[in-house]
């Protein structure tokens, strides 16, 4: 028992434990001003304003996974809904290979050697989901993105079929959510209710987050229906 817990494998898990509760701890203590931030963005031309956003929001999401809704809204605010999306997704697509990597080589083992034939039944039941199926799970708005990074990584899919699905699956789920923002401002962390009245009063909006909700429990239901078929 001694031999198996200082094995690498284990070692390499426990480092994986250890570096996420850091992370969890992290959030709850780091706190960002909005208006600080705001305004050190703006001291900055346009595009050297967008490359320092890109990297702090990569930076302080791996540690702070909770600053993330933050970030964006600030996003929205200085540049605006189409612009915010293209940096998030740069960001995200830079997080998705730390935590992908971290998962592959610091995880992968501990699962092969841990769970044995029962590894096999997990890398079977992602394979199974296939391109379409891990892209639709990219696309819902429920799973978070480092949820998705983690479990894909500690599976046998390649990086570069993960990074497609990240790449193109992405950009509508972050515009969705920026084009929103951008509109309701920073008003949706002072008043919980400013999202809704932004809703109401935005027809068009409501209708298409609507369509775009139903349009990705569609195509997952058929999937999953073609799958037992």
């Not at 809704?69 to 995200?92: M, Q």
């Not at 919980?192 to 990705?216: H, Q, R, T």
Request: hydrophobic share 60%.
């Amino acid at each position: 028992m001694k031999d198996k817990f200082l094995s690498k494998n284990w070692q390499r898990a426990l480092l994986v434990v250890l570096l996420l509760f850091l992370l969890i701890i992290s959030s709850y203590y780091f706190k960002i001003d909005i208006e600080k931030l705001k305004a050190f963005l703006e001291r900055f031309s346009l595009w050297k304003a967008v490359v320092i956003y890109i990297f702090i929001f990569a930076l302080i999401t791996i540690f702070v996974t909770f600053a993330k809704d933050i970030l964006k809204a600030i996003g929205a605010i200085c540049f605006g809904a189409v612009l915010s999306s293209f940096c998030i997704w740069i960001a995200e697509i830079i997080n998705t290979t730390l935590f992908f990597c971290l998962a592959r080589h610091l995880g992968r083992g501990f699962v092969e050697e841990r769970l044995k034939g029962r590894a096999k039944l997990l890398d079977e039941k992602i394979s199974s989901s296939g391109f379409k199926g891990i892209l639709i799970l990219r696309l819902v708005p429920l799973i978070p993105y480092r949820m998705l990074d983690l479990l894909v990584g500690l599976t046998s899919l390649t990086f570069i079929q993960y990074f497609m699905i990240v790449a193109i699956g992405s950009p509508l789920r972050i515009f969705w959510v920026q084009y929103i923002l951008a509109g309701v401002g920073v008003g949706i962390f002072k008043n919980p209710s400013a999202l809704l009245d932004y809703m109401m009063a935005n027809k068009l909006v409501f209708a298409w987050s609507f369509v775009y909700l139903i349009l990705v429990i569609v195509i997952g239901f058929r999937l999953k229906f073609k799958k037992k078929i």
